[in-house]
């Protein structure tokens, strides 16, 4: 129950974290491809309130990682697309209609179902380093990939693909995180020498460059739903594969949890075809 709690809470830092950030990065004029951008986002006010928030959500998730199943933990995290939806009609003009709606609902119904039936359990606190490489170099290629093909687009495509990049990086965070928190226990002198604080700046550094780059094209349900599907498919593949987590083993468990998984991914492809602000799609946005 308290990694349940601890992620709902985080869902929701997460929520107002990344609808700040895009009001921030909406306001400055530099591209997301400009060198400028960067510099120029941190000097916002409203952009570092955001990151304030995102970094509050990373610390309740990692303290929720420390006791519950990565599975259940990203599944309860992906709640913050909801809780963004109407934060991001009344802070940047964002269109909710009934396809939004519906997406929304499909979602919570998704995991609802999933982690009451399919019961995800934990695995191994130690997994081994053949699986690690495996995961890391992974995500390496997909990130990649999917960022390359992101600087190639505009609009909600750009939105989609940098922040299915994102979600890549936020996957392998997570994973590493729940590693991590066992090495904060045991003091500074262990988590200097153990590469999993390298790993997690790796992957907070390129997930921070390409959350920010699908914010910055101005729509957010795109967006937020390609990094939140990816990140939570991420999860579920490197609990299963690092962490050897499972699901329910019973056959009559285990069908209905994966439907309610692809109910969560539909209702999520809604979103990601959500219409874009009334202001010029990639653009800058008028602050509210």
Not at 109 to 114: K, N, Q, R, S, Y
Not at 164 to 173: D, L, P, R, T, Y
Request: hydrophobic fraction near 55%; glycine fraction near 14%.
């Amino acid at each position: 129950m308290k990694a349940v709690i601890l992620s709902l809470l985080a869902a929701i830092a997460f929520a107002f974290g990344s609808v700040l950030q895009q009001k921030g990065t909406l306001e400055v004029p530099a591209e997301g491809g400009d060198p400028r951008f960067l510099a120029q986002i941190v000097r916002r006010p409203v952009w570092l309130t955001g990151a304030a928030c995102q970094g509050s959500g990373w610390v309740l998730q990692a303290v929720a990682l420390d006791t519950g199943s990565l599975i259940v933990v990203q599944s309860l995290t992906t709640m913050s697309l909801v809780i963004a939806l109407p934060l991001g009609r009344h802070f940047t003009g964002q269109r909710i209609g009934r396809r939004v709606w519906i997406g929304a609902a499909a979602i919570v119904a998704g995991i609802v179902l999933f982690l009451s039936v399919g019961s995800p359990a934990g695995g191994t606190s130690t997994p081994p380093a053949s699986a690690w490489w495996s995961a890391g170099l992974t995500a390496t290629v997909l990130v990649a990939l999917l960022g390359r093909l992101g600087g190639r687009r505009q609009g909600a495509p750009r939105a989609l693909l940098f922040g299915s990049a994102a979600g890549v990086a936020f996957a392998m965070q997570s994973a590493v995180t729940k590693v991590f928190i066992t090495d904060v226990g045991q003091g500074l002198s262990a988590v200097l020498s153990s590469w999993t604080i390298y790993v997690l700046i790796v992957t907070a550094l390129a997930g921070f460059v390409l959350q920010q780059s699908a914010l910055k094209a101005g729509v957010l349900a795109p967006a937020m739903a390609s990094s939140n599907a990816v990140t939570l498919f991420g999860s579920v593949v490197f609990g299963a594969t690092v962490f050897g987590e499972s699901l329910s083993s019973g056959g009559a468990r285990l069908a209905p949890a994966l439907i309610g998984l692809g109910v969560a991914l539909v209702g999520i492809v809604l979103l990601a075809g959500a219409q874009s602000p009334q202001h010029s799609e990639g653009g800058s946005a008028s602050g509210s």
